[in-house]
């Protein structure tokens, strides 16, 4: 298996420009989270689905952040319009929750830099 | 609610010498405990979990972690550090007995010198 994938794995762009991040989850698996790690705040959740179905979205930061996930091999995270805070690494990870194998596989992340 | 606590930011250890990095969770119920460990510019890499079992849990890289019920803990261990062992490293426990959520710690920056 390929792991999960993630592009681009890095994204340099200028405040108020939309960015979009792509994943692709391992295969089978039916939970996708997006998590976001900076310096300061550490790792945190933004949202996560299970069956393609957003379950829990409270960790969005703002509007400006959008995720979608159209089918079971796809999801994007969006961010528009973006601004130099949203600088950090997005991480994608998934899960299937009814193997024997209760663990997160993460993906390679995306570097976000917003000049 | 469940949660995590890593009480040490950093740990430094000489290469050679034996580690630990200390975890501590609270849970509603039986316990999904995780490690995981973050080398710079990757993703975080899974090494061991305890769902059941024996106390001690046997992970990747020579990693080990003894689950304690009654001190609420989950320390990873380590018998004799390298220097590629240095990154960071979190310990997270699952939301729930039917959800593939995890809580994460903040983590613990391991530094082991030659």
């Known amino acids: 298996d390929a792991g999960v994938i993630q592009s681009p794995r890095h994204e340099v762009t200028e405040m108020g420009q939309e960015v979009t991040l792509r994943c692709k989850p391992i295969s089978g698996h039916d939970y996708l989270f997006w998590y976001r790690q900076t310096m300061m705040r550490g790792l945190e959740l933004l949202i996560y689905f299970n069956n393609n179905v957003p379950i829990d979205d409270s960790g969005m930061p703002e509007d400006r952040f959008s995720a979608k996930m159209p089918n079971a091999s796809f999801s994007t995270l969006k961010i528009q319009p973006s601004e130099p805070r949203d600088s950090a690494v997005y991480f994608c990870?998934?899960?299937?929750?009814?193997?024997?194998?209760?663990?997160?596989?993460f993906g390679p992340g995306t570097r976000l830099t917003v000049l | 609610a469940q949660s995590v606590a890593q009480p040490e930011d950093q740990v430094n250890v000489a290469e050679g010498n034996p580690l630990t990095v200390k975890c501590t969770y609270s849970v509603s119920g039986n316990p999904y405990l995780f490690w995981y460990v973050q080398y710079p510019n990757r993703g975080l890499q899974f090494l061991l979990k305890y769902i059941t079992g024996d106390n001690l849990v046997k992970g990747s890289y020579g990693f080990e972690a003894e689950f304690n019920k009654s001190q609420t803990s989950f320390h990873l261990k380590k018998p004799s550090a390298l220097v590629s062992d240095s990154a960071l490293y979190f310990c997270?426990?699952?939301?729930?007995?039917?959800?593939?959520?995890?809580?994460f710690g903040q983590g613990t920056t391991l530094q082991v010198k030659p």
């Open positions: 990870a998934s899960t299937n929750s009814g193997t024997g194998r209760p663990e997160q596989f």
């Open positions: 997270a426990v699952r939301e729930g007995s039917n959800t593939g959520k995890l809580i």
